[in-house]
């Protein structure tokens, strides 16, 4: 039994883990193809990871993305285009992240880093959400699989639309994988063969307020790709409101 739990969450955590995504380069499952200019906070970081422009020189990404909370000048980052390769691309080094101090791994909660940049990208920044975000529908967004069994990063960045599910029916899900929801942390959404995969980590999850974007969520896990039962994970980043504020602070 102890055998059966440690495998199934190797498996997990296997189809989870953008460090495995990013060594072979291999988005979001079900969309279409951005146009230009539609989510113009977007960020692709060159661990094989998605992330959002919080701040003018800060990008807001998953913990299991980073490697740690210190100096660190080996994360590219690639924004103001939809297409990657695109000359007309804006980039920027990383000189410093600070990760969640409790962060273990994205299963556990606090998935959530910043990276601050070596520049301005002079780009449009994305909002965090209200105490109570936005209801209705939600968009992801990424350059990440198209399909759970796909090798490949889309080279257009590609946008989907999927609805919160509660946080019971999420949890009674990953149950039976022996997977624990942390609920205060984590909210799950899905759409019928609409998801994120992997190379969408780090990416936001948004939603409208105001007539304005907000980042509801960061793309975090999930058991395998648009599985019927088993829908996306995604750090509830009004949970982490003032902790991402205050540490956006310090980095800008
Ligand atoms: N951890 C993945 C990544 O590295 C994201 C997986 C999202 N999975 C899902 N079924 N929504 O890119």
């Known amino acids: 039994m102890v055998r059966k739990v440690a495998l199934l969450v190797a498996a997990v955590l296997l189809t989870a883990t953008p460090a495995s995504a990013a060594m072979h380069l291999r988005g979001v499952v079900g969309g279409d193809v951005a146009g230009a200019g539609q989510f ?8 094989g990871c998605g992330g959002a422009l919080t701040a003018p020189r800060v990008v807001l990404t ?3 993305c ?39 791994d994205e ?39 198209t399909s759970e069994h ?10 989907g639309t999927v609805r919160a599910v509660p946080d019971r029916t999420c949890a009674a899900a990953y149950r039976k994988i022996d997977i624990a929801l942390v609920p205060a942390e984590q909210l799950c959404a899905s759409g019928k063969g609409v998801d994120t995969c992997q190379g969408d980590s780090g990416g936001p999850l948004v939603g409208r307020s105001g007539g304005a974007w907000v980042q509801v969520g960061i793309v975090s896990w999930g058991l ?6 088993f829908p996306g994970v995604y750090t509830q980043v009004a949970t982490f409101r003032a902790d991402i504020s205050a540490a956006t602070r310090k980095l800008s």
Do not use: N
Not at 110 to 138: I, Q, S, Y
């Open 107 to 145: 299963t556990h909660g606090d998935d959530w880093a910043l990276v601050k940049l070596d520049h301005a990208l002079g780009l449009p920044t994305l909002g965090l959400p209200p105490a109570t975000g936005p209801a209705g529908p939600l968009t992801i967004i990424g350059w990440g699989q």
């Open 224 to 229: 395998g790709c648009a599985r019927r039962d």
């Open 66 to 104: 980073v490697t740690g909370t210190g100096k660190d000048e080996t994360i590219k980052a690639v924004a103001g285009v939809t297409r990657l390769g695109d000359p007309h691309a804006r980039t920027a080094h990383s000189v410093e992240v600070i990760r969640a101090t409790g962060f273990r």
């Open 62 to 64: 998953a913990g299991h």
């Open 40 to 47: 113009p906070w977007m960020v692709r970081l060159s661990m």
């Open 150 to 159: 796909s090798t490949r990063q889309e080279k257009s960045l590609r946008y």
